[in-house]
């Protein structure tokens, strides 16, 4: 779809300063083994716990209630903050503000095409961006192998696989874990690999910021995983005091890998929001920016501005754990419902970090394969852009039933269907793209048709939940989980994948087996379906959450909820298979375009080059002008033409819309 | 690399993934936590003999600094579990040997004894209904079973005891006291027990640790046809 064509606005780039990484100038190269990889980091983070550990024994092994309870929390705390400082020490995180504070310079990066190049600290974004899936996707199946552990235990009400703290321990590893996965699956992976290539930059705007945001990730990762190991923690994902101030070693791993994590999430929100502002390719007007990156704009200002909040919760809970303070200890002049409204506050923004690029995945893929523009583009972007802003306004809706002023609950009623609106109209530019549309069913299609069906289904029980009598009746039951495993499951996860098989190809350079992805699809969606209805119902009848014993005459239910649900679990392992076979075993090569697109990440070579453009592209319209007569051409290309879509009369098109280019 | 040098690298990534979660499962998550038996002790509908004991510190195990109850299998010999199978419909004569110091109740509640048979239970021999944990040693833990309201105080010895156990299992060579109650059980189930005094030391408002892990303060009467 490019015709070659001169070029009217010749913009001349300096030639990118190249990010840099690796050995000290200066100091002789060090050989490739002592090279720093994941298995440095393994080394710094094991050798980091021993130390924080000894020195937090010494200091605090003599104190009375670690004495009495057998718990430092000290030592914990200490061991998984000097591990998670030894991961980044070991991989290289450190590397450039340590050489600045000793007058030194890193040597310039190389492009590598090694794959050993994806177990170090790098600042290409595409590397870090395939990063992330690996590391997103190990966090999905952790969370899901213990979400089959909990569906394990529920086939039976009384006969017990699982003691009951152990049960409690698993799924509040399982939402904590799934959760915090959550917030990173799609702006991780998809928005670091796809924001530069979509608006025409070269990188993000501070790679090792990038990067940093990656391992600090992994890092949290395995200090929430930890907790296992510490008796785990009985809180849920929520961690609510004071059943948090009275828990034992694990809740430590909960308060600090939160709080590691957070610190990530601040860390990619923030590389890719001023990538978004400051590195778009001239042209690329706000009129113009492709959907996705609107929606991880809007996703990357509640990270950066919401997130902040739950860091300080954990570090408040961390003291009081280990310096004795009473942030939230009501007796001692703190309050529990600090940390309430500190995670919710939070918490519920947080939601739409998961919800909103999940939508954007969708809106790139709907006009692909439904060859017809976007519907209402400036709708989508004005909706997604008030979604984030009233998320910060409904956070004490979950706290209805906490014991807070009555007089509060109908205005955080009112905010909170408030924001069925925005959300209402994201809904509607998706089914207005999709009146009266030839859909071709590809795999990335179905997922993403999907989700309209389970957001349905997710957002009206969500509309229910927000009202005061529905909400008291229901609070704490399996309706709750039913609804947000509809929004975030069906929302999210349904997009993650629809979002890998249609840039897969892209990323990789692999075509995924089409026949693997429809079985995927299908035992995914129909089993999901399955095993989450019938939560609905099981919620309604009173079976409350996080409990390990039920009601004998639901039983019934719970065992179909269940065995869906194990179907639902080996639906990833056809996604696992079919990744590792097209990826790995058997690979296939995939063409530049396989989907004809008209986004910009779609025009570049595949393997995408280094600096992903030889010459920075002039964009000219918004890349949805499907099947359009006339339509406008949607980016100069430099030596490789003027992309238009198919049927339209591009040179014409270019004489008739020149732009300045952005600074 | 071939092809089968990469299945096999797959391959081998795959089974170590799958020994880290199966040793995860098996080492951290399964109950560790024996179900003592005592439904085959005795012949069929004949009263069955369950001595338990509380000890401060247990001395043993992951938590030696740990409160814990102990009970005594139908061999005679003291096992550290709370999991106890028991016949259905059937006279359980509950004796418990505490050798833990007390404390006033927070809930002057937890001082009654209810749901045993006559609503009695004797310490060291004399029959108490109620007892006033602000005077003498005080309550140190109660046996509670909340589903069949069942609830007995265990009171303490001194806290000036001169022979205290701590290292479990005690003998009766140290200071203790017997508190005896009977009940009948219901039909088949698993009914969880509980104490009720806060007694985790060292954990704010003392509910965290012992007061809420399998096999110290709480189990199960795992009540069979």
């Not at chain 1, 059943?243 to 590389?271: P, R």
């Not at chain 1, 009555?406 to 909170?416: A, C, G, S, V, Y």
């Not at chain 2, 030391?201 to 096999?215: A, E």
Request: proline letters at 7%; charged letters at 10%.
């Amino acid at each position: 779809m490019t015709v070659t064509a001169e070029r009217e606005t010749e913009v001349v780039y300096p030639d990118p300063t190249p990010p840099v990484l690796g050995g000290f100038q200066g100091l002789p190269q060090r050989p490739g083994w002592l090279s720093q990889h994941l298995g440095t980091a393994a080394i710094g983070a094991v050798l980091g716990y021993l130390l924080g550990h000894w020195l937090g024994n010494v200091v605090a092994s003599g104190y009375t209630n670690i004495a009495d309870s057998g718990v430092n929390a000290v030592a914990i705390t200490g061991g998984l903050l000097l591990g998670v400082f030894g991961w980044l020490l070991g991989i290289g995180a450190l590397n450039y503000p340590l050489a600045k504070m000793v007058g030194l310079e890193l040597r310039p990066d190389y492009e590598s095409t090694s794959w050993t190049r994806y177990l170090r600290y790098t600042v290409d974004h595409k590397v870090v961006g395939l990063q992330y899936v690996i590391g997103v996707l190990a966090f999905l199946f952790t969370g899901g192998l213990l979400a089959m552990g909990i569906r394990t235990e529920l086939l039976s009400p009384s006969s017990h696989l699982f003691g009951p703290g152990t049960y409690i321990a698993i799924v509040s590893e399982h939402g904590t874990i799934m959760m915090m996965m959550a917030t990173s699956v799609i702006v991780g992976p998809l928005g670091n690999w796809l924001v530069p290539l979509m608006i025409g930059a070269r990188r993000t705007a501070f790679p090792r910021v990038e990067a940093f945001s990656f391992w600090i990730f992994t890092a949290g990762y395995l200090v929430i995983l930890s907790a296992l190991f510490y008796g785990g923690f009985p809180t849920g994902w929520t961690g609510y005091a004071p059943l948090q101030t009275q828990a034992g070693g694990g809740m430590m791993s909960y308060l600090v890998g939160f709080a590691v994590i957070g610190l990530g999430m601040m860390a990619a929100g923030f590389n890719l929001a001023v990538t978004i502002i400051n590195y778009r390719a001239p042209g690329m007007t706000w009129s113009r920016i492709p959907i996705f990156v609107w929606s991880i704009l809007a996703t990357c200002a509640l990270l950066t501005l919401a997130t902040p909040t739950l860091v300080a919760a954990g570090f408040f809970g961390i003291l009081d754990h280990t310096a004795q303070t009473a942030f939230f200890v009501t007796e001692h002049g703190g309050s529990s419902f600090l940390w309430e409204n500190l995670f919710w506050f939070f918490g519920h923004p947080e939601v739409y970090i998961m919800a909103l690029p999940g939508f954007g995945i969708v809106f790139e893929i709907l006009p692909v394969f439904t060859r017809k523009p976007l519907f209402a583009y400036k709708v989508a972007a004005a909706g997604m852009v008030g979604v984030a802003l009233l998320s910060f306004f409904v956070w004490q809706h979950h706290l209805f039933q906490s014991g807070i002023n009555p007089d509060m609950r109908p205005l955080f009623m009112l905010t909170t269907e408030l924001i069925s609106i925005p959300t209402g109209f994201i809904y509607l530019v998706g089914l207005g793209t999709l009146y009266k549309a030839k859909i071709k069913f590809e795999v990335p299609m179905l997922f993403a048709l999907a989700l309209f069906f389970n957001f349905l289904i997710g957002g009206i029980t969500g509309v229910f939940l927000s009202d005061v009598p529905v909400n008291v009746t229901v609070h704490g039951s399996f309706f709750v989980l039913a609804h947000f495993h509809y929004t975030i499951m069906g929302g999210l996860i349904f997009a993650f994948f629809g979002g890998l098989y249609y840039w897969l190809p892209k990323m990789t350079g692999k075509t995924m087996n089409k026949k693997l992805g429809q079985i995927h699809f299908w035992i995914m969606f129909i089993f999901f379906n399955l095993t989450f209805f019938p939560m609905f119902l099981i919620g309604l009848l009173g079976q409350p959450r996080r409990v390990f014993e039920y009601a004998q005459n639901l039983q019934a239910l719970n065992d179909f909820s269940s065995v869906s649900a194990f179907i639902l679990g080996a639906s990833f392992l056809v996604f696992v298979a079919n990744f590792v076979w097209s990826i790995f075993i058997k690979p296939t090569p995939a063409p530049a375009n396989p989907w004809d697109s008209l986004g910009l990440e779609w025009q570049t070579p595949t393997p995408v080059p280094y600096y992903n453009f030889e010459r920075i592209p002039v964009v000219l319209s918004d890349p949805y002008h499907y099947s359009e007569e006339n339509a406008p051409a949607v980016a100069d290309l430099g030596e490789e033409g003027v992309l238009v879509a198919a049927g339209a009369s591009s040179p014409a098109s270019v004489a008739e819309d020149p732009r300045p280019p952005a600074q | 690399m071939s092809f089968g040098g990469r299945l096999s690298v797959v391959l081998g990534l795959f089974v170590v993934a799958a020994g880290l979660a199966v040793w995860a499962v098996v080492g951290f998550m399964l109950p560790t936590t024996p179900t003592v038996d005592f439904t085959a002790a005795q012949p069929s509908g004949a009263p069955v003999d369950l001595t338990v004991q509380t000890v401060g510190t247990i001395g043993f195990g992951a938590h030696p600094t740990w409160v814990s109850y102990l009970v005594k299998n139908p061999s005679g010999q003291w096992v550290h579990s709370t999991v106890w199978k028991v016949p259905a419909h059937t006279r359980i004569n509950l004796t418990i040997e505490q050798y833990d110091s007390g404390s006033p109740l927070r809930n002057q509640q937890w001082g009654l004894v209810a749901g045993t048979t006559g609503g009695v239970a004797t310490l060291n021999g004399k029959p108490i209904a109620l007892y006033d944990s602000n005077s003498g040693n005080g309550v140190g833990h109660t046996f509670s079973i909340p589903t069949l309201g069942i609830s007995v105080p265990l009171v303490g010895i001194a806290d000036d005891a001169k022979n205290p156990c701590s290292q479990a299992p005690c003998t009766t060579d140290f200071d203790h006291n017997v508190i005896k109650v009977s009940f009948v059980t219901p039909g088949p189930g698993e009914y969880p027990w509980q104490c009720y005094v806060p007694c985790g030391l060292g954990f704010l408002y003392g509910n965290g640790g012992p007061m809420s892990t399998l096999g110290y303060m709480g189990g199960f009467l795992d009540v069979t046809a």
